[in-house]
C-alpha cells in the first residue's frame, strides 16, 4: 500500500514552517488549490480564503514567520482514497514574543493525484485569541450558559 497524500503533505507543511523550506510544499500543491483558515482575520491577516498556489504558499510563509510548532497531537483521524480530515492539537510559540500558545484545529483536506487541491481549517479560534492578547475575553450574560 502506498503512503496517504495526507502523511507527505503534513510532513512538508510542518518542514515549511519551522525551517522554512517551501520548495516540498510546493511540490504538493495542485496549481488551483483552494485553501481557507476560518478565524479572526482582523488578527491573523493569514486566516481568510485563498486560491492559486503563490497565494498558498504566501500563507505559509506569513505562518512561518509568526508560529513555530514545537508539538502536535491527532486527537482524531478519518482517511478516504483521496480525502483526509481530523482533529488536532497543536503547541505553538509565537515568533515575535516568544510566547507558547495551544491550539485546537480540525482541518479537512482534499487530493488528487498526490496533489492538495482543497483545504479548509476550523481555528478555535476563542481560545487562541484570549492567549494570543493575554488576557481572558469576557463574554456578555447571554453568552454564557446558564
Not at 31 to 45: R, T
Not at 59 to 81: T, Y
Amino acid at each position: 500500500m502506498t503512503e496517504h497524500s495526507l502523511w507527505r503533505f503534513s510532513r512538508a507543511f510542518h518542514r515549511a514552517i519551522n525551517e522554512r523550506q517551501l520548495a516540498d510544499i510546493a511540490a504538493l500543491l495542485d496549481e488551483d488549490v483552494e485553501w481557507a483558515i476560518y478565524g479572526p482575520i482582523d488578527l491573523f491577516s493569514f486566516f481568510g480564503a485563498r486560491r492559486g498556489k503563490p497565494a498558498v504558499l504566501e500563507v505559509i510563509r506569513q505562518i512561518a514567520e509568526n508560529f513555530r510548532v514545537h508539538r502536535f497531537e491527532r486527537e482524531s483521524i478519518m482517511l478516504g482514497a483521496d480525502t483526509a480530515a481530523s482533529m488536532m492539537r497543536y503547541s505553538l510559540t509565537a515568533q515575535d514574543s516568544n510566547k507558547p500558545i495551544a491550539v485546537r484545529i480540525a482541518h479537512f483536506a482534499q487530493f488528487r493525484n498526490g496533489l492538495l487541491t482543497r483545504f479548509r481549517v476550523l481555528v478555535d479560534s476563542f481560545d487562541l485569541v484570549e492567549q494570543t492578547v493575554g488576557y481572558p475575553i469576557h463574554l456578555p450574560r447571554i453568552a454564557v450558559a446558564q
